[in-house]
């Protein structure tokens, strides 16, 4: 398994940005899928985005599409999650998870897909 550490939270105003990334120590990185999860005040932890081990797919959710980009660098074994056009509902914290199987989670948004979580960094978006 990988251990994973999530950094680059922070607070930021409504339209501003953020970079996430999460950093990988364990096995071997490029044999992972990794997806981008968030747990909101109101919500239960829900599906952001996912890239597969060679970055040639990504899937996002919707709310996610056109403002929020993943990239791995398996070179450096970190993955990324670039936050743009930021709303105050955006705030959460996110987690960075990985899968050994990256078809299905590339196919689905089920926390279940993954098999090893980050502790997760916090978002605050302010009005």
């Known amino acids: 398994q990988v251990q994973l550490v999530a950094s680059g939270g922070g607070q930021v105003h409504t339209g501003g940005s953020l970079n996430v990334s999460c950093a990988a120590s364990?096995?071997?990185?490029?044999?992972?899928?990794m997806g981008w999860f968030r747990r909101t005040p109101r919500k239960e932890r829900e599906f952001v985005g996912a890239i597969e081990w060679s970055s040639a797919n990504t899937r996002y959710a919707n709310f996610a599409e056109g403002r929020f980009t993943i990239s791995r660098d398996n070179s450096k074994n970190e993955v990324y999650l670039q936050l743009d056009s930021l709303k105050p509902e955006d705030t959460a914290v996110y987690y960075c998870?990985?899968?050994?199987?990256?078809?299905?989670?590339?196919?689905?948004?089920?926390?279940?897909?993954?098999?090893?979580w980050g502790q997760g960094t916090q978002v605050t978006v302010t009005s």
């Open positions: 364990g096995r071997a990185f490029n044999q992972y899928a």
């Open positions: 998870a990985a899968s050994t199987r990256s078809d299905y989670a590339l196919r689905t948004t089920a926390a279940g897909a993954y098999d090893c």
